[in-house]
C-alpha cells in the first residue's frame, strides 16, 4: 500500500478489478481496436453504476438495474454490456474473489435492431450530384461505386488500382485507435472491380490533385 499497487483480494473495488482483468485476460487475447472498444464499453455503462463497489458486494439486483438503463436502446449494445459483466465476474469467481457470479441470471430488456437497406434512386442521384462539388467527392464514390468502407477508401494507395484491369485491391484499412492495419477478417481483403464512368474520375482526380508518381502515395490526403 506504501508503494502504491493495488492489492487483489476479496475487498477490492469493481473497478480495480476491472482494470485488472483487461490487463490479464484480454490484453493479450484480443486486438487493439477490440480491447478499446471494450474499455469504452465498461467506462461509460459498467462503472459508473458499479466501480465503486467492493467486487463481493455486488448483487445481480445491481446488474439488472445497470442493464435495465440501457432498455430502448441498441440490442448490440445491451447484449456486449451483459456479456462483458458476465466475463468480468466469471474470472472473479474462478480466482475466488466471489462466490457467485451476479450476472448469471439476468433478464435483458427489449433492444432495438438496427437494419441496413440499399439506397433508393433518388438518393443515388442526389449523393452523385453532391459528390461532384465536395471535397470528398472521390472518397463518397468509392463507397457507392466499389463499396469500400471509410477506413479502406483513406488506406488506399495509387498501387492498389490497376487502370487497366479496371480494378482496385482493398488489403488495409485505418484502425480505430489508430494507423493503419489490415482488415478485421480475410474476407475483407479482396479485388474489386472499378465502374467505367468511375475510372476516367479516378484519371482525372489523379491529375489534378499532382500525382508524383509514387505508388505508395495515399488517393486521399486532403482532410475533410
Not at 476491472?18 to 462503472?47: C, D, F, R
Not at 484499412?173 to 464512368?197: F, N, W
Request: charged share 30%; aromatic share 8%.
Amino acid at each position: 500500500l506504501e508503494e502504491g499497487k493495488k492489492t487483489i483480494s476479496k475487498n477490492v473495488l469493481t473497478k480495480d478489478w476491472i482494470s485488472e482483468w483487461l490487463e490479464t485476460y484480454k490484453m493479450p487475447t484480443v486486438s487493439a481496436e477490440t480491447y478499446q472498444s471494450y474499455t469504452n464499453v465498461i467506462k461509460n455503462h459498467i462503472l459508473p453504476d458499479i466501480g465503486n463497489l467492493q467486487l463481493k458486494d455486488v448483487k445481480p439486483l445491481h446488474v439488472q438495474k445497470m442493464i435495465n438503463k440501457l432498455s430502448g436502446g441498441s440490442k448490440k449494445m445491451i447484449d456486449r454490456v451483459s456479456e462483458l459483466t458476465w466475463g468480468i465476474f466469471d474470472a472473479a469467481k474462478a480466482n475466488e474473489l466471489v462466490l457467485d457470479n451476479p450476472a448469471d441470471r439476468i433478464n435483458k430488456p427489449k433492444g432495438t435492431k438496427t437494419g441496413r437497406r440499399a439506397i433508393t434512386d433518388m438518393e443515388r442521384e442526389y449523393t452523385l450530384k453532391l459528390a461532384e462539388t465536395h471535397p470528398a467527392g472521390i472518397l463518397i464514390k468509392l463507397s457507392l461505386y466499389c463499396g469500400l468502407r471509410p477506413g479502406e477508401s483513406c488506406a488506399l494507395q495509387w498501387r492498389h488500382i490497376d487502370f487497366k484491369s479496371c480494378t482496385l485491391t482493398v488489403e488495409s484499412t485505418i484502425k480505430r485507435c489508430g494507423g493503419v492495419g489490415k482488415p478485421k477478417s480475410e474476407a475483407g481483403e479482396r479485388k474489386v472491380p472499378i465502374p467505367d464512368v468511375f475510372i476516367k474520375d479516378l484519371k482525372e482526380y489523379k491529375i489534378s490533385y499532382g500525382y508524383t508518381s509514387d505508388p505508395f502515395d495515399y488517393v486521399l490526403r486532403n482532410t475533410y
